[in-house]
């Protein structure tokens, strides 16, 4: 998974190790600008901090279906800047 900042999609890429070539398989277009993002430990949901709307955007994993928003105390022009999940 690829997030490229300040931008709104996410690249899906399928790797071969063997021969260290990665092709994109899958873009997503997200909800809203993004900074970063973070797939959960059990591989259910992938979140991404959301610059336009200071907020947290939360997917689906792995068919990135939008879910919900959440700010839990982010003030306005104060976005999240990075993501870290626990299991």
Known sequence: ISLQ???SHV???QCDAATAECNN???ITL???SLY???NATNTDYQATDYRGDSVDVYAYPSFAYEYSYSRGLTKNASAQGLAQTP
């Open 5 to 7: 900042t300040l931008f």
């Open 11 to 13: 690249y899906l890429y």
């Open 25 to 27: 398989t899958k873009t």
């Open 31 to 33: 909800h809203s600008g």
């Open 37 to 39: 993002g973070s797939l």
